[in-house]
């Protein structure tokens, strides 16, 4: 049984669309899905440097932009999809729920209403490595911070103000590694909130179908098979933290054998090899992969 699943913000490096734009086809759909959130992709995969692509609304836009346009030219289908963090908005693409040019339309407003939430307090995100959960997690509580993603086992990241972050470094949990984010925000808490209702508005124009294959949703793992409550879901996740633990709980129990993630690849693969013990993985990065990536797919994919 394959996944295929997208990463979230943070993944994003500079220059790792570079390869890729040698790709006519794969330089025509950048090109589409730039017009459709009103971005020049391919400059800023290619160009731009780390503090630049760290703004959220460039970031979210490139990174569904990337993953969509590195999908189309693998070209396999898959029994599970799922996405961390803005990376269900192109899982919702893949299982069909919104066209890509939904998605991007809908990623480069969800890019814009975080980031303005952003602006009103200085917020950020630090993952938590190691330690013990539940001394992580009353750290986390007792700094005022939000348990914003729960990565499974070994990983939970914390979200907040600034000043909570500090707190939280300053007293860190015993046995436990802190790494500050690349991002400029506390996603996936209260901090989001304005941004949930200005999501739902422009979504309120997409039309939705049911999901043609198995989509898991950041909120509890679950398989969702209402088109409506995917994307329903998708906006709620704003200000809602990220279960990725649940979601791979869901995949063990559904039997995935191969997760292959799309680029730029290497977090959610990390992840899922603490986590998905005999799961086989595939970190997709380079078009030279392209013909293995497609190997792998038809090795593990159900009905091949």
Known sequence: MLAIVAPGQGAQ???????WLDDPEFASLIADYSEACGLDLAHFGTQADAETIRDTAIAQPLLVGAGL??????????????????????ALALAGVVTATDALTLVRERGLAMADAS??????????IGGDRDEVLAAIAGA???AANNNGSGQIVAAGTVEELEA????PPRRARLIPLS???????????????RLAAAAAQVQVSDPGTRLLSNADGAVVASGRDALDRVIAQVANPVRWDLCMATMAELGVTGLL??????????????NLKGVELFSLNTPDQLADAADFCRTHRQSA
């Not at 490096?13 to 390869?19: E, H, K, N, Q």
């Not at 602006?119 to 993952?127: E, G, K």
């Not at 991002?183 to 209702?197: C, L, N």
């Open 13 to 19: 490096t500079p220059g790792f669309l570079s390869s």
């Open 183 to 197: 991002v400029a925000g506390a996603f996936h808490t209260v901090h989001m909130a304005p941004a949930v209702d």
């Open 144 to 146: 005022g911070l939000t």
């Open 168 to 171: 939280l470094a300053a007293e």
């Open 119 to 128: 602006a009103l307090r200085r917020t950020s995100m630090t993952a938590v």
């Open 261 to 274: 993630e799309l680029p730029p690849s290497g977090t959610l693969t990390g992840i899922a090899k603490r």
């Open 69 to 90: 346009a590195v999908a189309a030219r693998l070209g396999a289908e898959a029994d599970v999809v799922a996405g961390h963090s803005v990376g269900e908005l192109a």
